[in-house]
């Protein structure tokens, strides 16, 4: 079976301004993550990051990629329209994306969603997280227990403004005692849309091997499928219209 192209992109900023982060992710998150993607036979992974010739997105990377993996936080705004708008059209014509943790402001998410805020609650005090699986039977879940529990991340709490996910897989509770829709799946187009909540910059959640496994998983099932052929636009009738 043909490897997935997988593309890892990261605005790459936390890392490179805050030493205390870079302490925790020195060649940058994307690298982590691709660190764990890999190895073995599934995957070919590249990463690009914000500050690339066009964010590392180019035409070319953005025909061949299967799954688009992506985090952002403080430079959402710097990301240009016209490569959101190629993203997009990509997950609509069935590329698969994976939105992490602070990616839920992007204007990638935003756009496919339909909605322009993504507001929650937050605090940042690297409390305890418990994230609780939902659906036991999910791909994304496949190799897990009940639980993950993270020892400090930054707690996202409800109300979350994002429409209904199609397949909600997580949910999170935190030691404040908020909770969270932490797994969210929607369809759009011929894509999957998976966002996943940890990994906020200052704590190793991506070290975590439960995370990397979830990670894994959910870029299996983001993968594109063929599927039923689709045509649109004015088409013949199959049958005879008024014996015509």
Known sequence: ??????????????????????????QGIHQTIAGFLEPGEEFNVRTAVLD???????????????????WGHVAHGEVRDDIVEK??????????????????????????????????????????ERLWVIDATHPIVEGLGEYIEIPQEEMYGERFEIPAPDELVFISWFEGGEVFRSGCCYKRGRGKVFYFRPGHEAFPTYHQPEIQQV??????????????????????????????
């Not at 192209?5 to 992710?25: C, G, L, P, S």
């Not at 894994?216 to 199959?238: I, M």
């Open 87 to 128: 993203v997009r059209q990509r997950v609509l014509d069935g590329m698969g994306l994976i939105v992490l943790h602070s990616g839920h402001a992007s204007k990638i998410f935003q756009r496919l969603l339909g909605t322009n805020t993504g507001a929650l609650k937050w605090r940042d005090d690297g409390e305890k």
């Open 1 to 26: 079976m043909a490897k997935l192209n997988v593309t890892v992109w990261n605005e790459y900023r936390h890392e490179r301004h805050n030493e205390a982060i870079a302490q925790i992710y020195p």
């Open 52 to 70: 690339d010739p066009d964010h590392g997105l180019t035409d070319d990377v953005l025909a061949s990629t299967d799954v688009l993996l992506w």
């Open 215 to 244: 990670i894994t998983n959910a870029v299996r099932w983001a993968a594109p499928v063929q599927g039923a052929k689709v045509s649109y636009g004015r088409v013949s009738p199959l049958e005879l219209v008024n014996n015509r």
